[in-house]
Structures are given as structure tokens and as C-alpha cells.
Nanobody, 119 residues
Framework: QLQAFGGGLVQAGGSLRLSCTAS????????MGWFRQAPGKEREFVAA????????YYADSVKGRFTISRDNAKNTVYLQMNSLKPEDTAVYYC??????????????WGQGTLVTVSS
């Protein structure tokens, strides 16, 4: 199981760090990803990191502002979000997939955490 937390209300330009904890069987050797879904929009890919920590991939909309990281000893993946914009407002989800870093093919999903960025 996956559990995301750390969302909240922040002003534009501010920062938040999301965390996602996972059970051992889900996390070990899994590529972990973050997705988001804004009101009235489809869910979209945000960032992903290979279990080794070597490979990462970001959506263009967050590149340079968001950083994904993971602590395998704690079965936790993080999403550091800086320079937040109102358009980053969404429910953020973490997910896991076996294999390499991709934007699709995630089999396990956690409950989302809401991030609201005020202008």
C-alpha cells in the first residue's frame, strides 16, 4: 500500500514537500512516480524515479521547480515542490511500477494529498 501526505495550502512562490510511504514489497525495486489531478482535468504525470535512484524524469511543467527523491531504507519517496504556482493546485498521488522510469504503467496507487496554491 501507498500513502501520500504533506499537502496543504501555500502561497504562490512557496514550497511544500510531499512524502509517500510504501510497503516493502511495493517499494523495493519499484520505480516510484508522482501524478496530479487538477479540478476538471485528467490526471497527469509529474515525476518519477527508478528504485536505484539513478534515473529520474520530470514533466516539462515542473522541471527545474520540483525534485523527486527517495529513501529506500524508509520506503519513502519525496516530492520537493518549489516556486509553486496556482496552476500546481491539484490532488497529488504517488504510484509504483515495476521496471524502468515511464510516465505510464503504474500498478499501485496511493490515496492523494491535496495541494492548493493561492495567488
Amino acid at each position: 500500500q501507498l500513502q501520500a501526505f504533506g499537502g496543504g495550502l501555500v502561497q504562490a512562490g512557496g514550497s511544500l514537500r510531499l512524502s509517500c510511504t510504501a510497503s516493502g514489497r511495493t517499494f523495493s525495486s519499484a520505480t516510484m512516480g508522482w501524478f496530479r489531478q487538477a479540478p476538471g482535468k485528467e490526471r497527469e504525470f509529474v515525476a518519477a524515479m527508478h528504485w536505484s535512484g539513478v534515473s529520474t524524469y520530470y514533466a516539462d511543467s515542473v522541471k527545474g521547480r520540483f525534485t523527486i527523491s527517495r529513501d529506500n531504507a524508509k520506503n519513502t519517496v519525496y516530492l520537493q515542490m518549489n516556486s509553486l504556482k496556482p496552476e500546481d493546485t491539484a490532488v497529488y498521488y504517488c504510484a509504483a511500477r515495476q521496471g524502468g522510469v515511464r510516465t505510464t504503467g503504474y500498478e499501485n496507487w496511493g490515496q492523494g494529498t491535496l495541494v492548493t496554491v493561492s495567488s
